[in-house]
């Protein structure tokens, strides 16, 4: 397997590191400056080119990367799960079908494909579909709660040797457990470790709420012992959360404060990469100064950089917009092609428009331009847009109509 794919597009290359999970954009002359600066050989690289003629030149040419929701099945009951994970939908793809859809995705030259729930362990065919994507050539990522009591689920993540397996862990053991139930923690932490000793890369993922903001350091010298990532995000507080997010969601200031706090302890771990402040979101979206150098759409990761599967088939745009509204369902991987979404879709253009529009505002907004908020939530402006009385904690705008409504 190459450690690098660089991908054919309209203004030149996306251009993957398979090791780090991340993207950049390249004119085509200016990626081959920039192999021959970093000493990458052409035969180090994976090249995708164009299967389809007929491609629009102000997005990308197909997804980078598919969250595929495998399963609604989960063994915990987490307090602010937004899909109301337990049980399975009556109507889950069938593992042939599941193949099939990962057959599409592969001919229509996608990247990454990371595999979440419900948990995806508790899928029978998990380690089936992991592995006929992984011969697919996908770089692969799974999250999972660990909280599993069989240990052969290490072992499988250990032999399947993808590129990542992030972990939620929601912050000291109280904590965690405050939302993801008596037990887990231990659970959790324990399978960490196995996973840790067999050489797995990890990530730990935490969902910040009003008791977990506090937990940075402890969280911190947690994952520097087993991981080599960990990302800090706050909640979308829709499913079976959609009620909490007054008593447990995180302030403006709150939220800054933790974050000026990681920004602090981030020097005691430099070999840890430490994502915080929505980092991962605006990394992977398309910004303005992406949008102005390559021609494309500006917009918010999901419908610009990924799209999402869900275990019925659904395509969307983003992992809560299904949960947020029926409407939000653009097709269905099973009669739908993802090449004709990604380029046709009216409802997906709607979306990145919206999506655009929202990461304009509050590139202009003066707590951003400080480095004092997080910026733009595509997802909770949309929740709150159709559900008015929704607030939003984590912005000094959050109190009145969604950006969606007023954003110019």
């Known amino acids: 397997m190459k450690n690098y794919i660089a991908r054919q597009e309209a203004f030149g290359f996306t251009f993957y590191?398979?090791?780090?999970?991340?993207?950049?954009?390249?004119?085509?002359?200016?990626?081959?400056?920039?192999?021959?600066?970093k000493g990458i050989g052409g035969s180090e690289v994976e090249w995708l080119k164009f299967k389809c003629r007929n491609y629009?030149?102000?997005?990308?040419?197909?997804?980078?990367?598919?969250?595929y929701e495998l399963t609604l099945r989960c063994n915990l009951q987490c307090r602010y799960c937004f899909n109301n994970s337990g049980k399975p939908r009556p109507n889950e793809l069938t593992t042939k079908e599941v193949l099939e859809s990962l057959d599409q995705l592969k001919r229509n030259n996608v990247i990454d494909v990371r595999f979440t729930g419900g948990e995806p362990t508790c899928r029978d065919d998990w380690y089936e579909i992991l592995t006929y994507a992984k011969k697919l050539g996908f770089c692969i990522s799974c999250n999972t709660n660990a909280a599993y009591l069989d240990p052969s689920i290490n072992e499988k993540f250990a032999k399947l040797d993808i590129e990542q397996?992030?972990?939620?862990?929601?912050?000291?053991?109280?904590?965690?457990?405050?939302n993801r139930g008596k037990g887990?923690?231990?659970?959790?932490?324990?399978?960490?470790?196995?996973m840790h000793s067999l050489g797995i890369t990890l990530r730990i993922n935490v969902l910040v709420n009003k008791h977990s903001v506090d937990d940075a350091a402890f969280m911190l010298d947690l994952a520097s012992k087993y991981t080599d990532e960990i990302n800090f995000f706050t909640i979308v507080f829709i499913g079976r959360g959609s009620h909490l997010e007054h008593s447990d969601g995180v302030t403006v200031e709150d939220h800054l404060k933790m974050s000026q706090e990681i920004k602090k302890l981030k020097l005691n771990y430099p070999n840890l990469n430490i994502l915080h402040f929505a980092e991962v979101s605006k990394k992977t979206s398309v910004?303005?100064?992406?949008?102005?150098?390559?021609?494309?759409?500006?917009?918010?990761?999901?419908g610009s950089t990924t799209l999402n599967i869900t275990s019925s088939g659904g395509f969307c745009c983003g992992g809560y917009t299904p949960y947020i509204s029926d409407d939000m369902i653009?097709?269905?991987?099973?009669?739908d092609d993802l090449f004709g979404i990604w380029q046709k879709s009216k409802k997906l253009e709607k979306i990145r428009?919206?999506?655009?529009?929202?990461?304009?505002?509050?590139?202009?907004?003066?707590?951003?331009?400080?480095?004092?908020?997080?910026?733009?939530?595509?997802?909770?402006?949309?929740?709150?847009l159709i559900h008015s009385e929704v607030k939003?904690?984590?912005c000094i705008y959050g109190g009145g109509p969604s950006l969606l409504k007023i954003a110019p």
């Open 17 to 37: 590191e398979r090791k780090k999970l991340r993207h950049k954009f390249f004119s085509k002359e200016k990626l081959s400056l920039y192999l021959k600066e």
């Open 56 to 67: 629009r030149s102000d997005i990308l040419y197909s997804p980078i990367r598919i969250y």
């Open 165 to 178: 397996v992030t972990v939620s862990v929601d912050g000291c053991k109280e904590n965690h457990e405050y």
């Open 184 to 194: 887990s923690f231990d659970r959790t932490i324990k399978n960490l470790k196995i």
């Open 287 to 302: 910004n303005e100064d992406a949008g102005k150098k390559f021609g494309l759409k500006i917009g918010p990761p999901s």
């Open 330 to 335: 653009l097709g269905n991987c099973k009669i």
């Open 353 to 384: 428009d919206d999506g655009g529009k929202l990461i304009h505002f509050c590139a202009n907004c003066p707590k951003f331009k400080l480095d004092e908020c997080q910026g733009s939530k595509y997802e909770t402006e949309l929740n709150r």
């Open 392 to 394: 939003n904690q984590t």
